[in-house]
């Protein structure tokens, strides 16, 4: 009897783990909404593991340069990954690339897709109205995602019917040479859609990470505030902008001076993300807007991609 019972508890353990494993979504077709730098990194990594991807943007000529950018990013890589075989490079390239399809109509794709990752401008009202859009003719399988940075996802997800099939899915930059993405899992987000996007993640060759729906989520939230501490420390003339990157270079090992960093992800990005913080708590102090910060920007000084910010580029 003893030995029966064993057996059963056996089957009956299996099986649920069977069935807790069957019910995840193996995602295998993605829709990437937004043909810029994340969305064409987001669309080109997944295309390259064997996903099938409609990357959609609002005009052609968008698209037309996300292909090209694309293209262009995975000849490098074959040419290092490959370099002893240049043939099996080409055909590397070739391939990921016929697994991108382009498309200026989200709703016309959704309903054939197991995930659609968005990576859209940082305005909630913009996400909301895209969402809400898009739930009407998705599949009711259909995981939603969002790559923002500083919004919460639970904002975001409120804005559908399907907020256990919801959840953050944070990309870094440049995609295809960062390995991290952070999976965000809302009080909402279902344990099959969490487990889910981890294995997507991972299927992607990237290591995932967890956080719950806090602002900034992991790498923002820390990040972020001493940006703005190393801006601080400057606005009071403690040190110069150039001794506070050449400090954290070589006294903490980081690869990039905080100033440097600001002008490479845009002072227009850092502002975004301070002033919805600091809406939210106004009396935090890590979430104080800078001076500067706020001068350079209404100048139109957003770093590398005008030309000038904290430095100037040729």
């Not at 009080?187 to 099959?192: D, E, G, I, N, V």
């Amino acid at each position: 009897m003893a030995f029966v019972t064993r057996q059963f508890v056996r089957s009956v353990s299996s099986s649920s783990t069977a069935s807790a494993t069957a019910k995840k979504i193996v995602i295998k077709h993605v829709a990437v909404i937004g043909g810029g730098l994340m969305g064409a990194g987001i669309a080109q990594v997944a295309a390259a593991t064997g996903h099938t991807v409609v990357l959609v943007d609002q005009a052609e000529d968008i698209l037309a340069k996300s292909k090209k950018g694309i293209e262009e990013s995975l000849k490098k890589i074959a040419k290092k990954k490959f370099a002893e075989n240049p043939q099996a490079g080409s055909e590397f390239v070739e391939k990921t690339l016929s697994n991108v399809s382009t498309n200026t109509d989200a709703a016309s794709v959704v309903h054939s897709v197991d995930l659609v990752v968005e990576a859209i401008v940082e305005n909630l009202k913009v996400k909301n109205e895209l969402f809400k859009r898009l739930d009407k003719f998705a599949s009711e399988h259909t995981i939603f995602a969002s790559n923002t940075s500083s919004l919460q996802i639970t904002n975001i997800a409120n804005a559908t019917t399907r907020q256990d099939r919801f959840a953050g899915l944070h990309f870094f930059n440049p995609v295809p040479m960062m390995k991290l993405v952070e999976v965000i899992k809302t009080p909402m987000t279902s344990q099959k859609t969490f487990e889910s996007l981890l294995d997507f993640s991972k299927a992607l060759g990237k290591h995932p990470v967890t956080c719950k729906d806090t602002p900034g989520f992991i790498v923002n939230r820390l990040l972020v505030p001493y940006l703005m501490e190393a801006v601080r420390l400057y606005e009071r003339g403690d040190a110069s902008k150039e001794d506070i990157d050449i400090a954290m270079k070589l006294g903490a090992g980081y690869p990039m001076g905080p100033f440097e960093l600001l002008d490479y992800v845009g002072l227009d990005t850092t502002k975004f993300i301070m002033d919805g913080w600091h809406e939210m708590d106004t009396q935090n102090p890590l979430f104080q807007p800078s001076p500067s910060v706020n001068k350079m920007v209404a100048e139109k000084k957003l770093g590398k991609k005008t030309g000038e910010g904290f430095y100037k580029y040729k």
